[in-house]
């Protein structure tokens, strides 16, 4: 079949990428010449574990093509994807500018009944709304159908690939039938395709990423609760993770939740519950504690050192808001960074692959290392932001001899106690036991 994909970031570029793999042609659109350019010279734009290996295969089979120019990029397209940004406004609504530009874009350029596809996250009703955007200027028949998407950065092809479910927003038979063609090979494993109207589909998006979220900040408030009381959040993770009503995911404390997504569709929910009168009491909470627990340990750190961090050297491990991710968008790291340098300590970072990103934002005022041993030569002390499995199982014979003092602060909870105490490590994690070295 052939595809055409508009906005070729994160989730364009894993979209399209997948969708030739399984024998489709796709061309994916982007207004950003740079990015266009840097794809048709066979590069990938982001850094996505497996995306690389596919995006070279289908290039080759010339299933996979770029194009900054909509026209030429939609022709004789069955199925147009939008896999458009909806930034958060500045009342914290979904900005849907950037969709229903193109939908306004597409209207004229329709030569044949053609499948529109919401796969950006936004509100309820933005169906409708490019329905009536597309209709003021087309000539043809066309549908518009919610097909939010569910990916995960870090294992994206995987999700794209092997999903453990797709859901489908649309009442046209016509347009449902196109769907369960395209989606046929994904679904076979038995996950299902889940049919619904329009609106209960962009509601499904938001629903699900808040209630991951809500997980997660309900955790860390245990985890803050443990430290108060002696528990051990570790276990009391296990210990209600193994219920599986619970079950075991999205239940690791941390300094809170970060990434494109997440903060910003919590926001995005919340705002469309008040404009539909409704005061979502959950959501405003879940915010709150995120917005505490990202600097939660900046206190304990001062605390540490007497009150001040003025001339202190932190050794930063982790930037990305997720490990195998080299996205920064909202990483609980660079709230941690601006406190550390408004403090005035002296800022050693490391990520695997987030570095270039953040030398945008801090530029000079950090900097930056190509292992996290290099980077926590001299430090005061180790802050981790992010649990790359580098982290996991450094050398710590070789870390000792390299740091001033052996004093890990842990956003993450990388590393067991029993090692910790072992390796004579003052060690302060999220919701345990701190461990005096
Ligand atoms: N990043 C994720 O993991 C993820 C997962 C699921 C859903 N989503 C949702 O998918 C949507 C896209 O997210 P993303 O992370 O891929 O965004 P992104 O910012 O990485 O990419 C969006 C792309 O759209 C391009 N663009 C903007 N206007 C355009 C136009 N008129 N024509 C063509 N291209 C245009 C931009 O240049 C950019 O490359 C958002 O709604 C997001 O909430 C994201
Ligand atoms: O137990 C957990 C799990 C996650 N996180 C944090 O939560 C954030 C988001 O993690 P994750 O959900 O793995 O990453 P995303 O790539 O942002 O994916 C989410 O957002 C996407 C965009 O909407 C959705 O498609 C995915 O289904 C949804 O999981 C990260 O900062 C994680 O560190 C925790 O603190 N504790």
Not at 219 to 238: F, Q, S, W
Request: net charge negative.
């Amino acid at each position: 079949m052939k595809i055409a994909v508009v906005g070729t970031g994160y989730v364009g570029l894993v979209t399209g990428t997948c969708f030739a793999e399984t024998g489709n042609t796709v061309t994916c659109i982007d207004i950003d010449q740079n990015k266009v350019n840097k794809l048709k010279s066979g590069k990938v734009t982001i850094y996505e574990p497996g995306l690389e290996q596919l995006f070279e295969r289908n290039i080759k089979q010339e299933r996979l093509s770029f194009t900054t120019k909509l026209s030429e990029g939609i022709k004789d397209a069955k199925v147009i994807f939008l896999a458009l940004p909806t930034p958060p406004g500045e009342d914290g609504a979904a900005d849907l500018k950037y969709v229903l530009k193109v939908a306004d874009d597409l209207g004229p350029l329709l030569e044949d009944y053609t499948v529109i596809v919401d796969e950006s996250t936004v509100p309820v009703g933005t169906a409708d709304k490019v329905r009536q955007r597309i209709a003021a200027k087309a000539k043809v028949e066309f549908d518009v159908v919610s097909n939010p998407e569910f990916l995960r950065e870090g294992v994206a092809v995987d999700d794209f690939m092997k999903p453990e479910r797709v859901v489908i927003g649309t009442t046209s038979t016509k347009a449902r039938k196109l769907m369960e063609t395209l989606y046929a090979p994904y679904v076979r494993q038995g996950n299902p395709l889940v049919f619904m109207d329009e609106r209960s589909a962009e509601l499904t998006k938001y629903a699900a990423n808040s209630f991951l979220a809500t997980k997660i900040s309900f955790m860390n408030e245990i985890a803050n609760l443990c430290e108060l009381v002696g528990a051990d959040v570790d276990a009391v993770r296990k210990g209600i993770g193994t219920d599986s009503r619970i079950g075991k995911r999205f239940l690791f404390p941390g300094i809170g939740y970060g990434g494109s997504c997440f903060p910003k569709d919590v926001q995005a929910l919340a705002k469309s519950a008040a404009d539909a009168q409704y005061e979502f009491k959950i959501l405003k909470a879940v915010m709150d504690v995120n917005t505490t627990q990202k600097t939660k340990l900046i206190d304990r750190i001062k605390k540490y050192f007497g009150g001040s961090l003025k001339g202190k050297t932190i050794a930063v491990w982790g930037l990305s808001f997720k490990p195998h991710t080299d996205d920064i968008r909202e990483a609980p790291a660079l709230y941690n960074i601006e406190e550390f340098l408004k403090e005035g300590a002296i800022v050693k970072a490391h990520d695997p692959e987030a570095m270039e990103n953040v030398k945008q934002l801090f530029d000079s005022k950090i900097s930056y290392f190509d292992s996290a041993y290099d980077a926590a030569e001299g430090a005061d002390a180790i802050f981790i932001a992010t649990e790359w499995p580098e982290f996991r199982t450094p050398d710590f014979e070789k870390l000792t001899s390299l740091v001033k003092a052996r004093v890990i602060f842990d956003g993450r909870n990388v590393y067991e106690l029993d090692v910790m105490k072992e390796q004579g490590f003052t060690y302060f994690s999220i919701g345990r036991e701190v461990v005096n070295g």
